[in-house]
């Protein structure tokens, strides 16, 4: 077992180092650069059509809270009209026999459970919301200054008169 195990690793060692410096020999050919005109020729159109492609997408403005507000209000009342149609959907499963009033009764209880979760969490999100827009927009920065508002401004240290006046203790 030991010559054939000498054998092997002879073979290991003299052929692995000759397999990687004829892959080295092989990479040593010179590539030359591509010629600066093809370069933007091809780099042109491509940005052309990727400029049309960024151009062509339609800028959106960002929403702003009252937007949002209004995206929760949308969303509860998807949620209560997707219960309604589920709550009709498995009442029309039990008339046609495809299952159980035990059945019936569980997916009910489900189906609300779930659309009772979804619509608490959308009804908080709006309800905080709507706090927060009442408060920015009663904060006396947002308020214009009345018509008896007189400013006063006072310089923060005395100024004298003239530069030869003597000073007061």
């Known amino acids: 077992m030991k010559p054939r195990l000498l054998v092997l690793a002879t073979l290991l060692f003299t052929a692995v180092p000759l397999a990687f410096t004829e892959d080295a020999s ?10 600066i005109q093809t370069a933007v020729a091809q780099s042109g159109s491509q ?17 702003g809270p009252v937007e ?14 997707t219960f309604s149609a589920e ?4 009442t029309q499963a039990v008339r046609q026999g495809q299952i159980t009033r035990e ?11 779930i659309s009772m979760m979804q619509y608490e969490v959308v009804s908080a999100l709006h309800d905080t ?20 508002t007189t400013i006063v401004v006072q310089p923060p240290f005395p100024v004298q008169s003239s530069p030869s006046a003597p000073r007061s203790n």
């Open 87 to 90: 709550m009709a959907i498995i």
């Open 103 to 113: 059945q019936a009764d569980y997916l009910m209880q489900q189906t609300f459970q």
């Open 47 to 63: 940005a052309n059509e990727a400029v049309a492609d960024v151009l062509a997408i339609a800028p959106q403005m960002p929403r």
């Open 68 to 81: 949002i507000l209004q995206e929760y209000e949308n969303e509860m009342t998807s949620i209560s009209q």
């Open 26 to 35: 092989t990479n040593k050919r010179i590539v030359e650069p591509p010629q």
């Open 129 to 148: 919301l709507a706090v927060e827009i009442s408060r920015t927009s009663v904060s006396p920065h947002a308020q214009a200054p009345e018509a008896e």
